[in-house]
T-cell receptor, first 116, second 115 residues
Framework: AQKVTQAQTEISVVEKEDVTLDCVYETRDTTYYLFWYKQPPSGELVFLIR??????QNEISGRYSWNFQKSTSSFNFTITASQVVDSAVYFC?????????????FGSGTKLNVKP | DVKVTQSSRYLVKRTGEKVFLECVQDMDHENMFWYRQDPGLGLRLIYF???????EKGDIPEGYSVSREKKERFSLILESASTNQTSMYLC??????????????FGSGTRLTVV
């Protein structure tokens, strides 16, 4: 079974629109970690955020915000006032078990196209 | 600037060839990983290593092997390349951090085409 599901394969928006990328995860562990990564056309995945399972506070960083809800096993990512430079593939990832050598499970990714 | 460096950005190899993909990190990280990325499938773990000479199979190890003779270098080996191994290969490293899980640092990827 998929541990991380990103149901949106591709999203297209016009610059300055807000966009939310969905992420649903599945785990039986009580302690786990969630991540978002950005993969621009250059190919290198860039770390955006890490969230611990015991911290449900939402986080905002500039135009980026993350909504973590354990009740629905979701960790959604919103970009406010999107820009062309936000065009990339975004991956949500889950890591279980602190001692599992940091093995990650990645979603299939959401490709975001921001048009001028 | 800390880095994970993959030796080749693009590779074209013939079916049946033995292929080596090299990855080097300069962050003194214990953990290193090889993933392949395919459209619609996301990133799938091939092998990982948590120490020198130690290796563990990931989710799709068939047709691959790895080598970690030095802490900073983790090699992925395709023993006999096949066309279904045409993919983007990503190397990553991370700390083994008992206080919490560190994020990965990724290389830029190697796009391998097997013809």
């Amino acid at each position: 079974a998929q541990k991380v599901t990103q149901a949106q394969t591709e999203i297209s928006v016009v610059e300055k629109e807000d966009v939310t990328l969905d992420c649903v995860y599945e785990t039986r562990d009580t302690t786990y970690y969630l991540f978002w990564y950005k993969q621009p056309p250059s190919g290198e995945l860039v770390f955006l955020i890490r969230r611990n399972s015991f911290d449900e506070q939402n986080e905002i960083s500039g135009r980026y915000s993350w909504n973590f809800q354990k009740s629905t096993s979701s960790f959604n990512f919103t970009i406010t006032a999107s820009q062309v430079v936000d065009s990339a593939v975004y991956f949500c990832a889950l890591s279980e078990d602190l001692y599992n050598f940091n093995k990650f499970y990645f979603g299939s990714g959401t490709k975001l196209n921001v048009k001028p | 600037d800390v880095k994970v460096t993959q030796s080749s950005r693009y590779l074209v190899k013939r079916t049946g060839e033995k292929v080596f993909l090299e990855c080097v990190q300069d962050m003194d990280h214990e953990n290193m990983f090889w993933y392949r990325q395919d459209p619609g499938l996301g990133l799938r773990l091939i092998y990982f290593s948590y120490d020198v000479k130690m290796k563990e199979k990931g989710d799709i190890p068939e047709g691959y092997s790895v080598s970690r003779e030095k802490k900073e270098r983790f090699s992925l080996i395709l023993e006999s390349a096949s066309t279904n191994q045409t993919s983007m290969y990503l190397c990553a490293s991370s700390l083994y951090d008992r206080r919490g899980i560190s994020g990965y640092t990724f290389g830029s990827g190697t796009r391998l085409t097997v013809v």
